[in-house]
């Protein structure tokens, strides 16, 4: 399975893989979880966080500060550990970073014309996108009618632009659509980004495929639940499921017929990795079914560290920090709205 990566990975990627393990020893604890969740305020908050690694983000921030504010400075952390990353990296670790960026920009690109949809101001659309998915005409995502002119107008200059072949109609855009198009883009999106790892070899492509294919068996099972009751007929749901992963290709053709969340449980329990996760819910409930699969990916996440001499560290810790920074996202918000009882349902810990 491995080649001789303990031989020349260091060449090109050891400074980095020691650079993003010094990051990921700067995530939050178990312990910096339980102190947050006692805060009373958010001035509370920043200030636990002042002992963290994102201290120097928010000390300059004067009070009152909202939810909001937090969730920009602790991004702001994240995206300059990226950059930094992206600098040093050689290839073909800069190619893989960039793969890494591209969900942010699919959701930002469907944030921007669901947003002009419903006709909210650009500039204000452009202040919620994420940073990491930013290109450069982003801001003229607006003027787009349909699936055509949007690909011609702005996206065939973006990295985006291969993944489009498969949802270019000419049909007007609305909500459903563009939540179609959504999810082709991201089928597209994880297939390419499969095949890049796969081609990497090694320990990248063995590590990479788990994480990858969670995300694809993830997405099928989101695809699901969310298209029972609406219009989506059976075959055009098989066409959103992503053509890799442990459901690929006899847990698709289930997934694909099925009527309600107790028939898709039935279906993912006959997979073992998956069993454990429906277990925690009760028959019917979906509520908590994102916060499950969030812990499962945790686990695998924290799991890519235990091995050296490969780039799943990289996308392990953009996710892990992800993951951080809708915990303190969650835990100002039950501050702010004084909704304190609520605080743990739904912070993933990472260590």
């Known amino acids: 399975m491995y080649g001789f990566e303990a031989l020349t990975f260091n060449i090109h990627g050891g400074y980095l893989e020691a650079i993003v393990r010094g990051h990921r020893s700067g995530l939050l604890t178990a312990a910096d979880y339980n102190n947050l969740c006692q805060c009373e305020t958010l001035d509370d908050i920043k200030m636990h966080l002042s002992a963290t690694e994102y201290g120097p983000y928010l000390q300059n921030e004067p009070s009152p500060l909202h939810t909001t504010t937090i969730v920009e400075k602790c991004t702001l952390k994240l995206v300059e550990d990226y950059k930094h990353m992206l600098c040093q990296a050689t290839e073909p670790l800069a190619t893989f970073l960039e793969y890494i960026t591209y969900g942010h920009m699919i959701d930002n690109v469907v944030l921007i014309v669901t947003g002009t949809l419903h006709e909210r101001d650009v500039q204000e659309l452009l202040e919620k996108c994420h940073p990491l998915g930013m290109f450069d005409s982003i801001a003229t995502l607006a003027v787009a009618q349909n699936m055509r002119e949007l690909y011609r107008l702005v996206l065939v200059d973006t990295p985006l632009a291969p993944y489009f072949s498969e949802c270019i109609t000419s049909e007007d855009l609305d909500d459903m659509n563009i939540e179609i198009m959504r999810n082709t883009l991201y089928k597209a999106y994880l297939e390419d980004f499969y095949k890049f790892c796969q081609k990497l070899g090694g320990a990248t492509a063995e590590i990479m495929s788990d994480l990858l294919s969670f995300e694809a068996d993830r997405r099928a099972v989101n695809i699901t639940i969310n298209s029972i009751g609406t219009e989506l007929t059976?075959?055009?749901?098989?066409?959103?499921?992503?053509?890799?992963?442990?459901?690929?290709?006899?847990?698709?053709?289930?997934?694909?017929?099925?009527?309600?969340?107790?028939?898709?449980?039935?279906?993912?329990?006959?997979?073992?990795?998956?069993?454990?996760?429906?277990?925690?819910?009760?028959?019917?409930?979906?509520?908590?079914?994102?916060?499950?699969?969030?812990?499962?990916?945790?686990?695998?996440?924290?799991l890519a560290f235990e091995q050296q001499f490969h780039y799943g560290v990289f996308f392990a810790y953009m996710r892990l920090r992800e993951q951080e920074i809708r915990n303190l996202m969650w835990i100002s918000e039950c501050v702010a709205q004084n909704q304190k009882s609520r605080v743990h349902d739904s912070v993933v810990f990472i260590f």
Do not use: N
Not at 245 to 271: N, S, T, W
């Open 234 to 302: 059976r075959d055009d749901r098989k066409k959103l499921y992503s053509s890799f992963g442990l459901l690929y290709p006899y847990g698709h053709e289930e997934l694909a017929v099925c009527e309600d969340i107790d028939q898709v449980r039935g279906v993912m329990e006959k997979y073992p990795p998956y069993q454990s996760i429906f277990a925690k819910l009760s028959y019917g409930e979906s509520q908590m079914l994102d916060k499950a699969f969030y812990e499962e990916e945790v686990k695998r996440l924290c």
